[in-house]
């Protein structure tokens, strides 16, 4: 079955640029819009964006100056990069893959997460 | 954006009680909404998509409903591994929003 696992540093410096990775395994990555997910700690859920196989992107308007999502179909993963961080930008990362065939729109599977603290 | 708001932010409830959550759009959203399940450490789970479908594996206690602006998540007969979070989620439009969620726990 298809797993998703983060990768990347746990601890960043203010106003450097976040970098994660998500690994596709058990299954291609081509199809399927691939996802990062934000949750700060003890708070809710924030869409980030997402990067279709294909390369194209759709990033949330609160974060878009900053965000930038990639796919590497050859290695099966897709990545983001946050620049610019703050203390506000500490959370866990979650990558997932969303399912977007009708009527089933879905987050169906996620990644365990990985928690970036920004901080000096 | 679209908000989501949710309701309760929090309860207390018995193994057995039925539960219901509400989550309401700011906007009509159609039936574009899922219900996903957070437990402590996890990431989490999509139980219910395009408002009242169930994803393969999750059981039928739980149940889905509503379209337009207004949505409700129902666990029929709360069992033991259902304490947890509960988020809604508009796919309707760009940015997808979530709802502050609705902590479950044990009375």
């Known amino acids: 079955q298809v797993q998703l696992q983060e990768s990347g540093p746990g601890l960043v410096k203010p106003s450097e640029t976040l970098s994660l990775t998500c690994s596709v395994s058990?299954?291609?990555?081509?199809?399927?819009?691939w996802t990062w997910i934000r949750q700060p700690p003890g708070k809710g859920l924030e869409w980030i964006g997402y990067?279709?196989?294909?390369?194209?992107?759709n990033y949330n308007p609160s974060l878009k100056s900053r965000v930038t999502i990639s796919v590497d179909t050859s290695k099966n993963q897709f990545s983001l990069k946050l620049s610019s961080v703050t203390a506000a930008d500490t959370a866990m990362y979650y990558c997932?893959?969303?399912?977007?065939?009708?009527?089933?729109?879905?987050?169906?599977?996620w990644g365990q997460g990985s928690m970036v603290t920004v901080s000096s | 954006a679209i908000q989501m708001t949710q309701s309760p932010s929090s309860l207390s409830a018995s193994v057995g009680d039925r539960v219901t959550i509400t989550c309401r759009a700011s906007q009509g959203i159609r039936n574009d909404l899922g219900w996903y399940q957070q437990k402590p450490g996890k990431a989490p789970k999509a139980l219910i998509y395009?408002?009242?479908r169930l994803e393969s594996g999750v059981p039928s206690r739980f149940s889905g409903s509503g379209s337009g602006t207004d949505f409700t998540l129902t666990i029929s007969s709360l069992q033991p591994e259902d304490f947890a979070t509960y988020y809604c989620?508009?796919?309707?439009?760009?940015?997808?929003?979530f709802g502050g969620g609705t902590k479950v726990e044990i009375k």
């Open positions: 989620l508009q796919d309707f439009d760009y940015p997808l929003t």
């Open positions: 395009g408002a009242s």
């Open positions: 997932a893959r969303r399912v977007a065939t009708n009527p089933r729109y879905a987050f169906d599977i």
């Open positions: 990067v279709y196989y294909s390369g194209n992107t």
């Open positions: 058990g299954g291609s990555i081509s199809t399927y819009y």
